[in-house]
């Protein structure tokens, strides 16, 4: 049954993609209805399988490692590949931890009688068969699998051809723990080809695959979205500001900006700009600067900030978009709350805005006026995370309006339908 | 500011396209935060301006039937595209509809606080910019802006050329409107344009769009989600089929039949295939080829069902995937429920289906295990309606599983955004 090895493929590369989504809608058709207890119990034993699996996993990591290293892979991506038994029994708790989570899938969201005596529900469903292309991390196979099986998916998996023999094995791995406990080990299948024409082939696939999540850098992501006609949800970058207003508590903004820019810098959810109030600049500016040298944060900053703090160079007008996920910052500053607003909206990627103030209607005003999913205030954009949040665990953070739009969880991974109670009813 | 007729295009279409696009972002950003009563204040004016408006509207009109039917249209698409007095009433009517209803913006889903003092809200926003692509009907252009408007979307509309002096007409009217109420004219925009190359450009405005909606038949459909890189709502084709299980109330059956066959034919939630259990097949099938023989409707059959009916003509395999839309109905016999689910969910479109029956447990496992947008136990399937579902009004029927899935109303054109009040957190 297990469809993913090249050495087993057969006929052309289109018939392997079709017989790969023929599977997967075979199997998404029995996880449909498949109940929570039997969906956590596999994925316990799944967990354990890798656990067990370690050293086979650590076998085909070592042959990635060693033909990336051939290839002359930089230190931070080779690090991004490298697995260890740690790396391998993190993956195995992610697993455990997604059994504890309540099971989306079967809540009732609403139910109300029509006049007429229909009785009609709302009720959350599995999306069906999820397809997920991603670059060189292999710890994202396990992590995929678990979120899209917990909300009742089926998933393709495409990884990068950098990871391929660590996510063969991790892939055989949860097949036969699948298969262990009587489900079909098609859902989760690898596809196990290098060939940019398969990756193509997958996302107009929309006979069998009804989402397709990108995860990884931009360019990734916006080859996904210009080349697929299987609906995407979009994860994206972040082109995340704080707008010190004039009101702000200077050592709280000073705090929440060292915090946004530099406890992590290669996020989606790390500042990128600061926007300051310019009646506050002269004071603010200097403070925010001293605490930021600690990291040697370079800023970039207009001729306003310039004026105000020495050690800010000059930003040009691509410093407003860039998402340097770097030790630098822009610095614009602004006349009133409208311009900062305006500003933002303009430059930001709809991640993560935060506004530091004490004015009531400042605050209100700025939530309701920032477009982007996630809008603070007094508080550090690096919150945008679906642990933060609360949700468990996260398949990605959504930077589109439709279906989903920030962290996404096992919620964000189902559909609804509406199931209709009747008695006889025609229409008139 | 009004960007629309062809006279004014200055530059090349694409820079046309651009602007339009500007323009939508720009009255977009007003939308996002404009009240309800002003909005409705917008829709009630509206309503009476098309009233007012009906001579010229009516002008253009005839201009756009006399050139179609210079050009050979058919008496079918011609009924389509003809507007009269009581056809702009109805409109208008829509649009003051629109405006009775809730407003959907604004509503905070949920709001909890974290263990850290963060309390993180969802709050339901604008989706942004919506485009709606469609065919004759010119009466969706009112239609699409009052919802689109109502939810706090800008709208750039590219009607069927067969009605631009229609559509131009009403949205000039529109675009009055709203500057009477202080509100900006592109909140409607019409792409005044019969060039294809720039609806293939608009299908690829991801920097101004938010979200497309096709409306029209499965050419236009199928193009839109093939070519767009902007997310697509799949509105769609309907194979919607009615199971009637060994169990079921025959006259229920064959009733709920008859009004989802014939109540009105060319209708995406109209039964075109009937699946019956072989146990009843010789006593149902006769008195269901009786009711419909009333509205001389043709019947396809396997050969089971051949047997029991003479009336029934042999069925081809590309019968049980047909969207007839048509006075034409194929029927399958089956042995058990679940070859009729399997059935179903082979050749079914995601639309709607039904199931006739007294028995509990068929019932539930039909709900649970037919993959459609709606799934009904003893009710007709004409019944998936945003107006039967009491949504109030529709913007059409999703066939996919992303966003939204059934019929779509005004919530289902916004999105979400998480609104989050801190007092100094930073991410430790």
New interface residues.
């Given amino acids: 049954m297990y469809a993913c090895p090249v050495k087993r493929q057969k006929g052309t590369r289109m018939e392997y993609l079709e017989q790969i989504g023929r599977q997967a809608k075979e199997a998404e ?1 029995m996880l ?2 498949l109940g929570s207890a039997h969906k956590d119990e596999a994925l316990v034993r799944a967990s354990k399988a890798l656990v067990s699996g370690t050293e086979k996993i650590l076998q085909a990591n070592a042959r990635d490692m060693a033909a990336a290293r051939d290839r002359g892979m930089s230190q931070g991506l080779l690090d991004r590949l490298a697995l260890s038994t740690k790396r391998i029994a993190a993956m195995a708790e992610g697993l455990s931890q997604l059994a504890a989570l309540e099971d989306p899938v079967g809540e009732v969201l609403s139910m ?1 009688p ?1 006049p007429n005596g ?1 009785l ?1 529900g709302r009720k959350r469903v599995p ?2 068969v999820v397809g997920i292309i991603y670059e060189a991390r292999p710890n994202v196979t396990a992590d995929a699998f678990g979120l899209c099986f917990k909300a009742g998916n089926a998933v393709i998996l495409k990884g990068g051809s950098d990871a391929l023999h660590s996510n063969t094995a991790i892939v055989e791995i949860l097949q036969e723990a699948l298969a262990d406990c009587g489900l079909p080990q098609t859902a989760v299948q690898l596809v196990a080809s290098t060939d940019r024409q398969v990756t193509e082939r997958l996302m107009k696939l ?1 006979e069998y695959i ?2 397709l999540i990108p995860r990884g850098g931009a360019g990734l992501i916006r080859t996904v ?2 080349q697929s ?1 299987v ?4 994860t994206g970058t972040g082109n995340c500001h704080i707008y010190v207003d004039a009101s702000a ?1 200077l050592s ?1 903004a000073t ?2 900006l ?3 820019k530099t ?1 992590r810098i290669g996020v989606c959810n790390a500042c990128e700009s600061l926007v300051v109030h310019e009646a506050i600049a002269d004071t603010f500016l200097p403070i925010a600067a001293d605490r930021l040298a600690e990291k040697q944060v370079e800023l970039r900053g207009d001729e306003r900030a310039m004026a105000a703090e020495s050690r800010i160079l000059p930003a040009s007008e691509e410093d407003w978009g860039c998402e340097y996920l770097d030790y630098i910052l822009s610095v614009k500053t602004v006349r009133d709350i409208e311009e900062a607003i305006a500003h933002i ?1 303009r430059y930001n990627t709809g991640h993560s805005e935060a506004i530091i103030t004490r004015d009531y209607d400042n605050a209100q005003r700025f ?3 920032v ?10 954009t ?3 995370d679906g642990g ?3 949700m468990g665990a996260e398949i990605g953070i959504s930077t ?4 989903a ?2 962290p996404m969880g096992l919620k964000e991974l189902t ?13 008139p």
Same sequence: chains 1, 2.
């Fill in positions: 058709t449909r209805t109300k029509r229909l009609i999306l069906g929309n009804d989402v979205v210009q006609t609906p995407v949800i979009e508590d709280m705090e929440i060292f915090n946004a406890q909206n939530l309701d006026a477009d982007a999913a996630a809008v603070y205030v007094n508080a550090s690096r919150f945008t933060e949040f609360g589109q309006k439709l279906h739009r920030g559909s609804t339908k509406y199931v209709i109670y009747g008695n006889g009813q025609v229409r």
